[in-house]
């Protein structure tokens, strides 16, 4: 028998547990499933136990226990159970991004013979390697690849959305809060790109995705160091980027603009109660009058235009005291938007993705577009949870198969990892469709 | 024979070694000034020795021949200082804002019986003790104060100006660089502001100090902490703000919209020559055609306005080649900015500070305002070196000689510092002008 430990069963952790669990006996695993709220198992196969990552020694009897180890957890402790990891020889994975600390591992891994996978959800996951196989393919065919563009977004299904902003939370709200505050790094036609913070949701792209509409897209972080990892060096254009529906991002950019993303210093409770309005009054340049007509001139927007309309709908004129004591304006904006963006019970969600490239083959210019649409059943089987904890539990299976050998710290750019992931992922309907076109300059 | 320990010898230390070695052989001191850079001795009471802060050893060995320790080291050494004085029980002093460890040590130095005098320079430091002169005649004649402003500026004496920015580097230039990338906290008429760093050069107020013409103001860090320190609560406005020259911060601005004064990532030195040009062409949005309209059509300015003029003196379009292996936008853009705004030999700089004061007594609403104005002699005897220097000097003596005696964190708002030290501070020409009108609503 093969020991599972996942660590971290959050929202996200759904679809995941229901594949490892479908494939716990077939595979003869046994998934013990770590966390806060360990919750109660119901699968034979099923181990929950309740799990404290601060407790060093819990931490490092669990993994020796394990043969693979799946983080679930915040992104800031997947280092110290890597570090476990390679001390006992166990595989490690996440979802998450290889972060410095995950990178340093890279030799004493490889020496130990442990793979650390990250990358391994959606965005960053799916991307890669269904970018990967796109890229391969043109390579093998002789194609010359000038433009990468990518973007994913975590977003609602037509027939759920009833709100202005067209937008609900099926992922970590303080990351949709605290998203691109660190400058955005891209490659646009030969020229590198620097987009900071305050300027990131100014000008978002309109993008086409055949068959679902029109979509916004934005700069998401360093795509600079993907040219290596996708092996795409000389590249004209290289980008990575977030969808959004069209005219998010500007009422977004209301609450950078204002300050109200600010997650570095606290606002106390005073003696006077604070409301969503004394907190907009007080990030608003000195004035008097209605709330609403300054923030509209302050802005520059038409009272009854759209971007007052998302803003007015999220009640940030409301003057009712808010219960805190001390918090950032991120976490006050989270804590209004977790109320206003929460999904319902039976809502839909859908993941939407699109690859672009552009490569020159046999003297011709072609251009490649292949999209990925998936849609949840309701709010805890969600589009997100499902893209995000398929790939998971499919490379945990083929770890534990033996089926990927490579060792060190990894993103899923190369073959022994993306084509069986994605060819199981076709099965469970989350498959690519792709266009051919010319292009002419 | 006292012994004072002065850490740290950069370009704001001439004033306060001046001021040290003249009073050494009256008050039997000897100074130890340690530095990376030592330089060498000129004073029979003078030791100069090299000083490495990293070496603990040596540091606990030269705070136990102390009795005063004096810092100008950079600020994030201060609280490694100030424990080895608690250690040994010496008092210890600087001219920087208490930062948090600092203040954690407030009842370590209080039970041991020694004083940490911070924010002991120009500003904060003379604007806290002259601030404090003005409330305290204000309590004393029964005026209760509503609106308290302080403005202080590190400037340039109008005979040395010959630039656009009418500035030039008197102080640590990577503060320059960095200033205000917190948000800026202050009360306005009653209301909690915060404006965030992409905010805070946009709407710079204008100040006439009298005599010497107008001032821009833009708020400097955290006012609101001041309001309890000053003895003010229940006060309507309270900012304090620093000054630059009219259109010095809507040019500034321009570099904090670009994102050059970033100092979170690193430019790596690709294979290309990287210039300012081409900087610049990577802060601004995709385009061709020339750099200098581009720029003017992103920051929607006249190509041959004000901020433009400003923007083409600094050489910002230059594409020579810049040498260097990688480093932030903020630290290149430092290296610019310490071509062209160093001083000369001969210019003289400028200090200038402001305090403006509203209260009402015997029913009736009066403003004071008390104005400062310190002229440098040349690019070594500068004013920002005297205002900052001799405070902290002045305010070793009075330590020494018994004559400061409270214990624990301080700043110069208690009677006992700011008395003896304005007074002082008088005989070196450094003295305010005060102003008294009536306020009609």
């Known amino acids: 028998m093969k020991h599972i430990l996942l660590a971290g069963s959050g929202r996200s952790a759904a679809a ?36 404290d990552v601060t407790d060093e020694f819990q931490c490092s009897r669990e993994t020796q226990r394990a043969d693979l180890v799946i983080s679930l957890l915040p992104a800031s402790f997947h280092s110290r159970m890597a570090v476990d990891c390679i001390r006992y020889k166990k595989h490690f994975l996440t979802a998450s991004y290889v972060s410095e600390e995950i990178r340093a591992l890279d030799t004493a891994a490889r020496e130990g013979g442990v793979l650390l996978l990250n990358e ?22 002789g194609g010359k690849i000038h433009s990468f563009k990518s973007y994913t977004g975590g977003l609602i299904a037509p027939e759920s959305v009833d709100n202005p902003w067209e937008y609900k939370f099926t992922w970590n709200p303080r990351n949709v809060v605290l998203a691109g505050q660190a400058t955005a790094h891209y490659m646009g036609s030969n020229q590198l790109k620097y987009v900071p913070y305050h300027r990131l949701f100014k000008n978002p792209e309109l993008i086409h995705v055949e068959g679902i509409g029109l979509f916004e897209g934005y700069p998401n ?28 991002c500007k009422a977004w950019d209301v609450f950078v603009q204002l300050g109200w993303t600010d997650d570095s210093f606290k606002i106390k409770k005073s003696d006077e ?28 927007e038409d009272i009854d235009g759209p971007i007052m309309e998302k803003l007015k ?7 009712e005291e808010i219960l805190f004591t001390e918090a950032s304006p991120a976490a006050l904006l989270q804590l209004l938007l977790e109320r206003k963006w929460a999904l319902k019970a039976t809502d839909k969600d859908r993941t939407v993705m699109q690859h672009q490239i552009e490569y020159t083959i046999n003297g011709k210019k072609q ?20 893209t995000v904890g398929l790939p998971l539990g499919i490379a945990a299976k083929l770890i534990l198969q033996n089926k990927i050998r490579v060792c060190g ?4 750019t190369i073959k022994e990892i993306y084509v069986p992931v994605l060819e199981e992922l076709e099965k469970h309907e989350i498959a690519f469709i792709e266009k051919e076109e010319d292009v002419t300059d």
């Open 16 to 51: 995941l547990i229901h594949y490892l669990l479908e494939n716990a006996l077939q595979e003869d695993w046994e998934i013990t499933i770590a966390d806060i709220h360990p919750g109660s198992s119901v699968h034979p196969r099923e181990r929950r136990i309740l799990f």
């Open 120 to 141: 391994m959800g959606l965005d960053p996951g799916i991307d890669h390697m269904s970018a990967m196989a796109m890229i391969d393919a043109i390579k093998t065919e």
């Open 221 to 248: 972080r360093d795509s600079l160091q993907y040219i290596q990892a996708y092996g795409l060096e000389n590249i004209e254009t290289m980008l990575r980027g977030t969808f959004r529906m069209p005219g998010y």
């Open 367 to 386: 251009k490649k577009t292949s999209s990925l649409t998936v849609t949840g059943s309701d709010a805890v089987n969600t589009a997100m949870a499902k």
């Open 313 to 319: 709908w999220l009640d940030i004129f409301n003057e």
């Open 409 to 412: 710290v990894h993103i899923p």
């Open 273 to 300: 109660k604070i409301s969503y309005a004394t907190m907009l009054n007080s990030f608003l340049p000195e004035g008097t009058g209605p709330l609403e007509l300054r923030l509209s001139n302050f802005l520059g």
